[in-house]
């Protein structure tokens, strides 16, 4: 199980990737954290494809990143995606300049793909998580349900 959690930086993706992994006891893996890791700081166009595929080899947890590209998103192929669209630009200009919104995007209750506009607050998010199991299943059963009610 990948949980993809991305959008624009300080929208809120590691706040909510972060509770999310410690509920579930799933592995939280942020871009910064694996640049850290491999002392990369390129963020040209060929640094964020290189970010981009070491953020695709990891086979279930959270993925917390920007993922500005839609053939990025793909690459990654998450079973769930969450487009942190609550803010409309960054500190960073070139990352505005190239973020793609996602195409086609199919957010409803039946689907893999929930975007919050809104965000919610930590108390209201972990109140949210009462009564859901650690793991795979219980991450999935909360993605499917409470959670695509609590982001509308």
């Known amino acids: 199980m990948k949980v993809l959690i991305f959008g624009l930086s300080g929208s809120g993706k590691s706040m909510l990737a972060r509770e999310l992994a410690y509920h579930f006891q799933l592995p939280h893996y942020n871009a910064d954290t694996i640049r850290e890791f491999y002392n990369d700081w390129d963020f040209s166009e060929v640094g964020r494809i290189r970010s981009t595929e070491r953020m695709s080899q990891f086979e279930f947890g959270i993925l917390d990143f920007i993922c500005p590209l839609e053939d990025s998103r793909t690459l990654i192929n998450p079973d769930f995606s969450i487009w942190m669209d609550t803010i409309d630009k960054c500190e960073y200009e070139d990352t505005n300049r190239m973020f793609e919104k996602p195409n086609l995007w199919r957010a409803t209750e ?4 929930i975007r919050i506009t809104k965000w919610i607050g930590q ?5 949210s998580l009462d009564g859901f199991n650690p793991g795979i299943k219980g991450i999935q059963n909360y993605l499917k349900g409470p959670f695509q009610k609590l982001a509308k």
């Open 110 to 113: 039946t689907s893999n793909n």
């Open 123 to 127: 108390n209201q998010l972990l109140n």
